[in-house]
T-cell receptor, first 114, second 112 residues
């Protein structure tokens, strides 16, 4: 089925390790974004992209890097993981911006940093 | 900045009960308003939306009306089912920016 695919679904890291969460969509959406979901805080925007080669920061960008080399892929990199980055991460895409059209979400990636 | 405040949960109801989940917002512009639903182990899915004042969004028996005068977008359903058990998120987004702001989420459990 068409949609947003996130990998891995689960990951355990030690403090200081690095990793990349992968996100791919096959709907030719220009807009892609990463959110983190923490109990009692809803979803908070980490980074977003409005097209290949264009990225920008959201509400909580510190500790995360992104790049957008193709329309389909939008990986999220943790350069030096910290326990505060323990969370569930969601990738979402839209054909035009966050508000103009509906966001399609991936199933999520649960990250634990020890 | 723009923000959303929604009713804290969890909410537990019996099947066929009436549901209201309150949501209020703060925004400088004219945002679009959304309700998303998250079923266990899944990502969020759009439930309904409204893009201007007095619009009513509806889907699967759920309704919400965009009230500019009270800055509210309360979610209602007349008769809930066990299958409605999920976490519900109110959200807003201004057309001119790319940041969708979500409420903290309200967990609904419906018992048979």
């Amino acid at each position: 089925n068409a949609g947003v695919t996130q990998t891995p679904k689960f990951q355990v890291l030690k403090t200081g390790q690095s990793m990349t969460l992968q996100c791919a969509q096959d709907m030719n959406h220009e807009y892609m974004s990463w959110y983190r979901q923490d109990p009692g805080m809803g979803l908070r925007l980490i980074h977003y992209s409005v097209g290949a080669g264009i990225t920008d920061q959201g509400e909580v960008p510190n500790g995360y890097n992104v790049s957008r080399s193709t329309t389909e892929d939008f990986p999220l990199r943790l350069l030096s993981a910290a326990p505060s980055q323990t969370s569930v991460y969601f990738c979402a895409s839209s054909s035009a911006g966050a508000g103009a059209n509906v966001l399609t979400f991936g199933a999520g990636s649960r990250l634990t940093v020890l | 900045g723009d923000s959303v405040t929604q009713m804290e949960g969890p909410v537990t109801l019996s099947e066929e009960a009436f549901l209201t989940i309150n949501c209020t917002y703060t925004a400088t512009g004219y945002p679009s308003l959304f309700w998303y639903v998250q079923y266990p182990g899944e990502g969020l899915q759009l439930l309904l939306k409204a893009t201007k004042a007095d619009d009513k969004g509806s889907n699967k028996g759920f309704e919400a009306t965009y009230r500019k005068e009270t800055t509210s977008f309360h979610l209602e359903k007349g008769s809930v089912q066990v299958s409605d058990s999920a976490v519900y998120f109110c959200a807003l987004s201004d057309y001119n920016n790319n940041d969708m702001r979500f409420g903290a989420g309200t967990r609904l459990t419906v018992k048979p």
